[in-house]
Nanobody, 120 residues
Framework: QVQLVESGGGLVQPGGSLRLSCAASGSIASINAMGWYRQAPGKERELVATITTGGSINYADSVKGRFTISRDNAKNTVTLQMNNLKPEDTAVYYC??????????????WGQGTQVTVSP
């Protein structure tokens, strides 16, 4: 199995910064992409940012210029640096990894979620 452990999150004022980290471990044969999604109350889960093993990055338009995703392939970790946070960034943030276990096919794995609240 593949386990994801998230850290970071919390309460911050508008304009502040937070850093989310996610570490993948277990019987990992390969990882295709790592990233972050978020889900606000009453809304569907949406993509925030993803990064492939080769370093290709995709951001949601709403976070471009404010969030930065990075990845350590050797450690199977992904980090999301969030700057200039806005109240509309408030959501539960989920780490996502597209990985393949040994003798298996690629599938999605999800972290447990971490709350980010942006409020005065």
């Amino acid at each position: 199995q593949v386990q994801l452990v998230e850290s970071g999150g919390g309460l911050v004022q508008p304009g502040g910064s937070l850093r989310l980290s996610c570490a993948a471990s277990g019987s990992i044969a390969s990882i295709n992409a790592m990233g972050w999604y978020r889900q606000a109350p009453g809304k569907e889960r949406e993509l925030v940012a993803t990064i492939t093993t080769g370093g290709s990055i995709n951001y949601a338009d709403s976070v471009k210029g404010r969030f930065t995703i990075s990845r350590d392939n050797a450690k199977n970790t992904v980090t999301l640096q969030m700057n200039n946070l806005k109240p509309e960034d408030t959501a539960v943030y989920y780490c996502n990894v597209k990985a393949r276990e040994y003798f298996s096919t690629v599938r999605d794995y999800w972290g447990q979620g971490t709350q980010v609240t942006v409020s005065p």
